[in-house]
């Protein structure tokens, strides 16, 4: 049979290794984890369960692969190729170095990390309710305006004095920005910080930010665990929040993810962990 000279990359069973295959004509009937006799593909004595076929095939599909004759055939050369490689490493010893023995030993912890994550999840489901409450105390958090300002960060009270005492002289505030602030993100960009809700900010920066009035700077320089800050308002909005329906999932991933932080604090607590 003619083979189509189609390169590949799959990435096999958590991307822990790529091999590059050829595709065989997609004339070539899927065997469903079997060979073409009918029996299950054993290579040198072992054999390639249909389960570890199945994962292959849906990590694949997951990625974009389209399912078919086509892909499950490349899949099933790619775990012999595999197979056959992992077997000659155990041959020379390769897994009983310590440092690939850690590895084995990591990537199966992770494995299994994740199958329990999933399941505590299934079995610990984060009620509509509780994502609404969540949803709800998030907005109130955020608030109702946006801000648009700019400012100017330096190490000293001293220096943020003479910044100010320069602006009322009618320097440019976004030509200080550039040549004085230690944010040099911001800086470079003339002190712009764009558009943002006060719950985004430290506290004292956004504090001092919400008192002021549209096109006003700070008349004293603004104190915060990064430095002192020279701050401009230069916009206020409404803020659009996103829907509830629009941010659901990912609120209740978070959800998901800290019931199950919560759980391995407790598994932590109760363990016996010596010469930590």
Do not use: C
């Not at 998030?138 to 320069?166: D, N, R, W």
């Not at 800086?187 to 558009?195: D, M, P, S, T, Y």
């Not at 002021?212 to 409404?238: N, S």
């Amino acid at each position: 049979m003619k083979l189509k000279q189609t390169l590949i990359s799959l990435s096999l069973v958590g991307g822990l290794l790529a091999l590059t295959i050829v595709y065989a004509d997609q004339t070539k009937q899927p065997s469903n984890g079997t060979s073409s006799n009918g029996k299950e593909i054993v290579v040198n004595g072992t054999p390639i369960s249909n389960e570890k076929i199945d994962v292959v095939l849906r990590s694949q599909e997951a990625q974009g692969r389209p399912a078919g004759a086509q892909l499950e055939r490349a899949v099933k050369d790619n775990l012999i190729a595999l197979l056959l490689i992992s077997q000659e490493a155990e041959k020379e010893g390769l897994d009983k170095d310590p440092a690939n023995a850690a590895q084995i030993d990591l990537t199966r912890q992770q494995i299994l990390a994740h199958a329990l994550q999933t399941r505590f999840a299934k079995e610990h489901p984060i009620s509509e309710s509780a994502l609404k409450e969540e949803y709800n105390k998030m907005k109130s958090e955020v608030g109702s305006k946006e801000y648009s300002a700019e400012h100017i960060l330096v190490k000293t009270e001293a220096e943020a004095k003479q910044i100010i005492a320069a602006l009322k002289k009618g320097e440019n505030f976004e030509k200080l920005a550039k040549e004085k602030s230690i944010d040099t993100g911001s800086g470079a960009n003339g002190g712009k910080l764009g558009w943002a809700a006060p719950s985004t900010f430290v506290k004292g920066f956004a504090d001092a930010m919400v008192k002021l009035k549209k096109g006003q700077t700070t008349e004293t320089p603004v104190q915060t665990q990064f430095g002192y800050h020279v701050i401009r308002l230069l916009d206020v909005r409404a803020l659009k929040a996103p829907s509830f329906d629009e941010v659901k999932d990912r609120i209740r991933q978070a959800k998901e993810q800290e019931a199950f932080a919560k759980m391995v604090e407790e598994l932590h607590s109760k363990a016996k962990i010596e010469n930590n």
